[in-house]
């Protein structure tokens, strides 16, 4: 097996994530339309469990965190982006070596660097992950800690856009991402990638074509390189203004399995259907080196109502499952749902944080853990999620399974739950209902169910665990800048992990 060693001087991904941040704010000083909300948070977490143990270990814990938090959204300007980011601080009273600071930083920002033509993609993401799905499931980033990691992610892309004859358009794209984290479940991971993208879509009238091109290589230290490369070529169709049909030919390689690159065809179908500007679908199948590839999505929004659900199987990574193909965002997906109340884009995002901030709704929902691994799998999912927005009501509801299968071979896994097994599934779900008792006090409640099951050839490396994690909360306004929240959590594992957790949390927020 070739390892090639990497001279490159290494630079830590806190210094990409604070380089990215730091243009992103000093950009959005001379932006048009930006908004900036800086909050400080006081959180007490009395808990009965702390670290998610057996009842027989289990121990009794008060943790105080002091978590700054910056939200910031630009439009208008050169730059166009959203930013969120946290500085949480947490003290444990009886056992003060688990005293931690940590950020997170959710940060997503486009560059005009040369008008109508050179742009630059950036997005950088700091986050606690579970390091394996048949661990203890916590219900904040303080318990549980023991099966947390902080994953850092940071993509930079700069792209040349431009177009020739009467409807083509081109695209040339280099893309430079790189992943860490706290753990050795988790080596860095580099990945270079450069695409290429002509289509021309109305070439001969109803008909036209794409041609999409890409070589990229994964680079992890002490570990083989991963070379990928593919190239599609796709005949479209216009067969009314709602039907567009799709005809893929192409071809693939890599290295996955060993050092030797394969080679193989790739041949696919697919459709585009607009039923309104509110419903829509797509679908697309595809013949590859893994058997039948495929994607199909849908969309449909209406009134107070929205839903979408995707049905997908492809090639995946650490990096792509931590850039959102997991779960549901909260903040875009209520964006997407309140686009017919607040057309203005700008109205619309304080009109969301502050939808939010006074129901408490959680970041994010339905999630599906990032499967930490070196190395390359493949993801067959399902996933679906329904939000219902009122005045005083407000739904989130969400699905999902979740099939992944190791592709590499196990030096690249290196720990977690691809190092003992070739596969390992997901299934659960999470609704949150949340109702406005008062034009100041609102409450939620929510359930998040999850099963979790590791297969392997060895029969005892193949095991399942269950979590269920309910809570209920009381949310008030004391000033337009000041809220409070009083939170109960009850959390319980079953299976290979077993554990049950009460704990009551004491929140208050101030906005600046």
């Known amino acids: 097996m070739k390892v090639r060693p990497h001279s490159r001087r290494e630079r830590s991904i806190p210094h990409w994530c604070l380089a990215v941040l730091s243009a992103s704010i000093g950009s959005m000083a001379f932006a048009q339309q930006t908004q900036i909300i800086p909050s400080v948070s006081l959180t007490e977490t009395i808990t009965d469990n702390v670290s998610l143990k057996r009842s027989s270990e289990a121990e009794s814990e008060m ?29 444990y009273a009886n056992d003060g070596g688990r005293n931690r600071n940590y950020l997170t930083l959710n940060g997503m920002a486009k560059v005009e660097a040369w008008e109508k033509r050179g742009f630059i993609d950036l997005s950088a993401t700091v986050s606690r992950e579970a390091l394996s799905a048949l661990g203890p499931k916590s219900g904040d980033t303080v318990t549980g800690t023991a099966n947390q990691g902080e994953v850092r992610n940071v993509v930079i892309s700069p792209y040349l856009t431009g177009r020739f004859g009467a409807t083509g358009k081109a695209n040339l794209r280099y893309t430079h991402s790189e992943t860490d984290s706290s753990s050795s479940t988790l080596q860095k991971m580099q990945r270079d990638a450069i695409s290429i993208n002509l289509a021309d879509p109305r070439a001969f009238g109803a008909s036209g074509w794409t041609l999409a091109f890409t070589d990229s290589l994964d680079q992890t230290a002490n570990r083989r390189d991963l070379k990928t490369q593919n190239a599609r070529l796709t005949g479209l169709l216009q067969v009314d203004p709602q039907l567009v049909l799709r005809l893929v030919v192409g071809s693939e390689s890599n290295n996955y399995r060993s ?82 109340q607040y057309p203005n884009e700008t109205e619309r995002a304080i009109q969301v944080r502050t939808y939010m901030a006074d129901r408490q709704l959680p970041e994010r929902f339905g999630a599906s853990q990032a499967v930490l691994s070196n190395g390359m799998f493949l993801d067959r999912r399902i ?53 406005r008792l008062t034009p100041l006090t ?45 939170n109960f959590r009850n959390n319980r594992g079953e299976g290979l992990t077993a554990y049950t957790e009460n704990a009551l949390i004491g929140s208050l927020s101030i906005r600046f």
Not at 68 to 84: D, L, Y
Not at 260 to 277: C, E, F, H, K
């Open 63 to 91: 943790i105080t965190q002091v978590i700054p938090n910056i939200v910031a959204t630009t439009k208008g300007g050169r730059v166009e982006g959203s930013m969120q980011a946290a500085l949480s601080s947490a003290f």
């Open 259 to 340: 050092d030797d690159v394969t080679r193989s065809t790739i041949m696919g179908v697919g459709a585009d259907l607009s039923v309104s500007p509110l419903t829509k679908f797509s679908g697309l199948w595809e013949d590859r080196f893994f058997g039948p590839g495929y994607s199909f999505t849908a969309e449909h929004r209406r009134g107070f109502l929205l839903f979408t659900g995707s049905y997908s199987k492809d090639v995946s990574t650490t990096s792509q499952s931590l850039t959102g193909t997991t779960f549901f965002n909260t903040y875009d997906f209520l964006m997407a749902a309140l686009q017919g």
């Open 383 to 435: 996933r679906f999620g329904v939000s219902l927005t009122g005045d005083r009501n407000s739904l989130l509801f969400s699905g999902f399974r979740s099939q992944r299968n190791n592709l590499t071979d196990q030096s690249f896994t290196l720990g977690g739950d691809f190092q003992q097994a070739d596969r390992v599934n997901e299934t659960g779900g999470s609704v949150t209902l949340s109702h």
């Open 442 to 486: 609102s409450a939620n409640v929510g359930l998040t169910l999850t099963r979790s099951h590791r297969d392997s050839t060895s029969a005892a490396a193949s095991q399942a665990n269950r979590s269920r994690i309910f809570t209920a909360a009381l949310i008030t306004r004391f000033t337009p800048k000041t809220s409070g929240t009083l």
